[in-house]
C-alpha cells in the first residue's frame, strides 16, 4: 500500500518520463494574481504562460502544488472535519501542456498512470465530458471505455473559465466508483451529490478565449492544465473512502492523540481531525511567509489557528498543543517541502505564543457564550450582537462561534452579526492589498521575449556602457522619450542594481554616446517580468532617448556605498538577532536605503533594554572586525548547508551570491 509520498512521487516521476519539466510548488502567497488571497490551485503560477504573456524553457510541466482553500470564494473551513474529503490545506498534483500536446495525449497519460502505474481497476472508472465535446468522447471511447461509462454533462460543471472573459474551455473528469454499498449515483443523475462517485482528476482543454460581449473563439495556442487531489487519491489507492485514513493524516492525529491523552478513534475524532488539517494549512502559511494578524492573510491564518486550538481545548488540553505537533508535520512533510524543515522553529514559537494568548481568552469567551445561550429559548439563535461581542472583545471570528455553538444544536443570526460588522469588514478588506505583479504585466513579459535576460554588470563595476532595447511610458511601449518625458528604458547590460532583497534601487545617469552632454537622470532601477528584465526610470535629457541608443551608464557612487553598508548592517543585525533572541528569529521584511534600514523580524514580544544592548554590542563588534568580505557564487543547498540565511520573499535560481562578513554567519 503506496504512502502518500510514494504517491507523489509516482506521479511527478510519471510525468517526468514523458518530457515534463518537474516544477516546485509556488509559495502560497501568489506572486501573479492580485485576486487571490492564497493559490488554490495547479494552475495558478502558470497562469501568464496559458494566456501567452509569459514563456519558459519548457513547453510541458508537472507539479505538487501545495494549496489552501479557506477564504473567499473557495472556503472550505467550516466542513473540515466532519467531511471525508474538505480540507483547508491540500496537495494538487498536475500535468501541463502550452500549446505543446493536447486531448489525445493528456487523455492517453491520464489513462495510463491510472490504470497501470497506479493499478485502479478500470471496471470502476466513469468518465465524463462536456455535452458537446466529441473529440474528447471519441478519445475515451478508442481508450476502452464504454459508451455507458463516458457521460456527456452540459453544464458549468465540465467547462472551466479563468474568469468572464480569457482562455476557458471543456473538461474531462475521471470518477471512482466505490460501489453499491455507498449511497449516490454517477455525475448528471439526481443522486450525484451521494459519495459512491467520486471525482479524482480533471483534465481542461484549454481551447477557448471567452470576450466581454460573448463571442467565442480558439484560442492560438491551446493547452492542457490537469489537477488531481494527492489526499483523494492517495485515500483510494490505501482502501479507503476518507482522506482522513491515509497514512499522512493517521500519523498527525496520532501525535494530537499523544499530546492531548484522547483516544485518536473514539467519539472525538473529529476535533483531531480538524487539529490535523489545521496544523498542515497553518505550518505552510507561516512558512511562506504568513503571520497571524488582525487583517488580510494574517487574519485568515489567526482564524484557522483559532479553530485548531479551540477544538485542543474541547479536547481538555490544558496547555498549548500545537507547537508539540511540529515536529510530526516535519517528518511526514518535510522530504518533499524543505520549508518546513527551515522555518520550523519559527511554526513552532508562533503556534507557542499565538496559543498562550488564545487560551487567556478562550474560557473568558466561552464563558459568555454559555451565558448568552441560557437565557435563549429552545431553538433560538445567537443574536448578531452577542456574535459581535465575542468577536469585538475576545478575538472570536464568526466562525469560530458558529462552530462552538453546532454541538449545541444552536445557529447564529448572521445577518446581524455582519451587520455589526461591516466597518471592521470594510477596513480590513482596504487593509488587504493583495499581491502578484502589476496589470501592465504584459508589456515586461513581451519585452523579456524580444530583449532577453538584462544583465547586470553591478557586482563588479558602476560604470558601464548600454544599448536601449526597449522604453515604456504610461505602461504602453513607445520608441522614443522626448525630452523631459518620464518613462522606463531597458537595456541589454547595465550595472543599476534593482530594488530588491530590500534595497533599494540604484540612481545615477545615463547619457547618449552620440552627445555626451545629452545626460538623461535615472532615478529608480526595478526588476519585471520576473526579475528578467531591469527598468530603469528616467527623466529624458535634451535630444530625448530613442530605442536603439547606445548609452554610458554611471550609478550615483555615494548614494550606492550608503545603500550597500545598511543592506551589510541588516545581515548583521539579524544575525545578531538570532543570537540574542533564539534561532526562531527569521527576517520579514527589509528596507536598505541610502539614510537608513528598517529590519522587520518575527519574535514573540518586543525586545527588552538588555537584549537591544546586546543586539547593538554585537553588531558593532562584527563593524570593527573589519574583516574582508568574502563573495562566492553556489547553489541554494550549498550556501543552506554553509548557514546562509535566505531572505523573506526572494525567489531564488540556480544559483546564489553569497556574502560572509566575520564568520560564516553569511546571507543570499
Not at 396 to 421: H, I, N, W, Y
Request: glycine fraction near 10%; charged fraction near 25%; hydrophobic fraction near 40%.
Amino acid at each position: 500500500m503506496p504512502s502518500l509520498n510514494e504517491i507523489r512521487s509516482t506521479f511527478l516521476n510519471y510525468f517526468a518520463k514523458q518530457g515534463h519539466e518537474v516544477v516546485a510548488s509556488s509559495p502560497l502567497v501568489p506572486r501573479n494574481d492580485p485576486t487571490l488571497m492564497f493559490v488554490n490551485s495547479g494552475m495558478v503560477q502558470f497562469k501568464n504562460l496559458f494566456t501567452g504573456v509569459e514563456t519558459r524553457d519548457y513547453n510541458r510541466a508537472t507539479t505538487a502544488q501545495k494549496c489552501v482553500r479557506a477564504g473567499g470564494k473557495h472556503n472550505d473551513l467550516d466542513n473540515v472535519g466532519y467531511t471525508a474529503r474538505h480540507h483547508t490545506f491540500f496537495e494538487m498534483l498536475g500535468n501541463f501542456s502550452f500549446g505543446n500536446y493536447f486531448k489525445e495525449e493528456a487523455i492517453t497519460y491520464a489513462w495510463e498512470l491510472i490504470t497501470k502505474d497506479f493499478g485502479i481497476d478500470k471496471n470502476k472508472l466513469t468518465v465524463t465530458v462536456y455535452h458537446t465535446d466529441d473529440e474528447a468522447f471519441a478519445i475515451w471511447k478508442k481508450m476502452g471505455v464504454p459508451e455507458e461509462r463516458i457521460i456527456r454533462i452540459a453544464t458549468s460543471d465540465n467547462y472551466w473559465q479563468m474568469g468572464p472573459t480569457g482562455p476557458c474551455g471543456p473538461c474531462t473528469e475521471i470518477f471512482y466508483d466505490h460501489g453499491e454499498h455507498i449511497w449516490g449515483g454517477p455525475p448528471g443523475s439526481p443522486e450525484e451529490d451521494g459519495d459512491r462517485f467520486i471525482e479524482i482528476w480533471n483534465v481542461v482543454f484549454m481551447q477557448n478565449e471567452q470576450f466581454e460581449d460573448g463571442s467565442m473563439r480558439n484560442l492560438d495556442m491551446q493547452s492542457i492544465d490537469t489537477g488531481m487531489g494527492l489526499e483523494r487519491i492517495g485515500a483510494l489507492l490505501q482502501g479507503s473512502h476518507d482522506n482522513y485514513d491515509t497514512d499522512l493524516f493517521k500519523a498527525l492525529i496520532e501525535a494530537s492523540a499523544h499530546a492531548t491523552g484522547v483516544d485518536p478513534y473514539g467519539a472525538q475524532n473529529v476535533h483531531h481531525r480538524v487539529i490535523a488539517d489545521h496544523l498542515r494549512s497553518t505550518a505552510f502559511l507561516i512558512a511562506d511567509g504568513v503571520m497571524p494578524s488582525n487583517d488580510g492573510r494574517g487574519y485568515v491564518l489567526r482564524r484557522i489557528m483559532r479553530r485548531a486550538m479551540r477544538h485542543a481545548h474541547l479536547l481538555g488540553a490544558k496547555d498549548p498543543v500545537m507547537h508539540q505537533l511540529v515536529p510530526s508535520l516535519v517528518r511526514q512533510m518535510g522530504g518533499a517541502y524543505g520549508e518546513l524543515n527551515h522555518a520550523q522553529a519559527l511554526i513552532e514559537e508562533t503556534f507557542l505564543l499565538e496559543e498562550t494568548r488564545f487560551k487567556q481568552t478562550l474560557e473568558r469567551g466561552l464563558k459568555l457564550l454559555d451565558d448568552e445561550v441560557e437565557g435563549l429559548g429552545e431553538g433560538v439563535a445567537l443574536s448578531g450582537e452577542a456574535a459581535f461581542k465575542l468577536y469585538d472583545t475576545f478575538g472570536f471570528p464568526l466562525d469560530l462561534t458558529q462552530d462552538a455553538l453546532r454541538e449545541k444544536g444552536r445557529e447564529v443570526d448572521v445577518s446581524g452579526f455582519e451587520a455589526a460588522m461591516a466597518e471592521q469588514k470594510a477596513k480590513a478588506r482596504a487593509a488587504w492589498s493583495g499581491s502578484g505583479d502589476a496589470a501592465d504585466a504584459s508589456v515586461w513579459f513581451d519585452i523579456a521575449d524580444d530583449a532577453g535576460v538584462t544583465e547586470f554588470l553591478g557586482y563588479d563595476t558602476e560604470v558601464a556602457e548600454g544599448q536601449v532595447l526597449a522604453l515604456v511610458a504610461d505602461g504602453a511601449r513607445v520608441k522614443t522619450l522626448a525630452e523631459g518625458q518620464e518613462g522606463w528604458a531597458v537595456l541589454n547590460q547595465t550595472p543599476f542594481y534593482a530594488e530588491s532583497g530590500g534595497q533599494v534601487g540604484d540612481s545615477g545617469l545615463m547619457r547618449r554616446l552620440e552627445n555626451m552632454e545629452q545626460v538623461s537622470r535615472v532615478s529608480d532601477t526595478r526588476k519585471h517580468a520576473d526579475g528578467k528584465i531591469f527598468g530603469h526610470m528616467i527623466v529624458a535629457g535634451e535630444g530625448g532617448l530613442s530605442v536603439g541608443d547606445t548609452v554610458s551608464l554611471e550609478v550615483e557612487h555615494g548614494r550606492r556605498s550608503a545603500i550597500r553598508a545598511n543592506h551589510s548592517a541588516t545581515h548583521l543585525l539579524h544575525e545578531a538577532l538570532r543570537s540574542a533572541l533564539g534561532d526562531h528569529v527569521a527576517q520579514r521584511g527589509s528596507l536598505n536605503s541610502d539614510d537608513r534600514l528598517r529590519f522587520d523580524f518575527s519574535h514573540s514580544k518586543a525586545l527588552e533594554l538588555d537584549q537591544i544592548k546586546q543586539v547593538e554590542a554585537d553588531v558593532n563588534a562584527y563593524i570593527r572586525q573589519n574583516a574582508p568580505v568574502v563573495t562566492r557564487v553556489m547553489t541554494p543547498d550549498e550556501a543552506r548547508e554553509l548557514g546562509a540565511q535566505a531572505l523573506f520573499g526572494e525567489k531564488y535560481g540556480d544559483e546564489v551570491r553569497v556574502v560572509s562578513m566575520g564568520h560564516e554567519s553569511g546571507s543570499g
